[in-house]
């Protein structure tokens, strides 16, 4: 790493086992002048593991508007510092955002090195639609603010994933049992660990699942898009799209594709074209 000019390298970290790093963070680290660490008891642990010993500082939620400039001086005058969070991606519902801004404010390089998320791996697992999700992250405390949030993500027809702490799962699961209790609903939890689990079933159906069972470790829950019923048939946008993608690789143009699927579930053809509106034949023919 050149000393002319410093830099900020964002660094995953594994989400549990510590096999799940990347040949390139391992040189970040070894290479950066400073760690900078959400907890330094939980990173010391990662560089033991692969014999680094770069000097680290704590950088949390707590002191992150303080040490953002002392990082940020530290860059001005050429060092490089690596960023991590306890586990998984900076800035994803962890510290991180307001150092990321500082440096794009005041000029200073930034260089994502990309890796594990808590959030991916739960999403990829789940076996719900990827296409087009949305992250929430942790829901608000306030219960009139969660339940308002949580009303307006479970109807927008897309795949939902929030983060959860394993004391308030049942909560949370219960209140959307109250919405929508057969919603289809995933809890991912201690993902990459010796204890890794995946729960599939509906809202009210998990919870139930939990009241026997109960849950530790940290947990990601996702929730299916809702099914609206377009004309004669109760079907996800997702789906819909799914089908035109299908008919386009067997050969069918896009055009035609819509028509097929719109008479096929008796849903508007403007409507489906609203939803493949961004999907290019050439690309998906491309992928067979």
């Known amino acids: ?45 990662l560089l033991s593991r692969y014999g680094i010993s770069t000097p680290m500082t704590s950088y949390h939620e707590h002191n992150e508007a303080t040490k953002s400039k002392e990082l940020i001086k530290d860059m001005k005058f050429g060092k490089t510092v690596a960023l991590v969070s306890d586990a998984g991606t900076p800035g994803i519902s962890d510290p991180g955002h307001r150092l990321i801004k500082a440096c794009i404010d005041e000029g200073i390089p930034i260089e994502p090195v990309p890796g594990p998320s808590a959030l991916i791996t739960a999403l990829v697992v789940s076996g719900l639609p990827t296409d087009s999700f949305v992250f929430q992250g942790f829901l608000p405390r306030k219960k009139g603010e969660r339940m308002s949030l949580l009303e307006e993500l479970l109807g927008i027809g897309r795949t939902v994933v929030l983060f959860e702490s394993p004391k308030r799962v049942k909560k949370t699961l219960g ?17 990459t660990k010796k204890f890794e689990e995946v729960m599939r079933g509906t809202a009210s159906g998990l919870l139930d699942r939990l009241d026997e069972a109960g849950i530790k470790g940290e947990v990601v829950i996702l929730f ?18 799914e089908a035109v993608v299908k008919l386009i690789k067997k050969g069918v143009h896009k055009k035609e594709a819509i028509t097929e699927v719109a008479g096929k579930y008796g849903v508007n053809k403007h409507m489906v074209y609203e939803i493949v509106i961004d999907i290019h034949e050439k690309n998906i023919k491309g992928q067979i």
């Open 224 to 241: 299916g898009p809702t099914k609206k019923t377009f004309g004669a048939v109760s079907i996800t946008a997702g789906e819909l799209r």
């Open 1 to 45: 790493m050149s000393k002319d000019s410093g830099k900020l390298y964002i660094c995953a970290t594994p989400i549990g086992n510590l096999e799940d790093i990347t040949l390139r963070a391992i040189r970040v680290f070894k290479e950066a002048d400073l760690i900078a660490a959400e907890d330094t008891r939980v990173t010391i642990k």
């Open 175 to 191: 209140e959307v049992a109250g919405i929508d209790p057969e919603r289809e609903t995933v809890l991912a939890r201690e993902l």
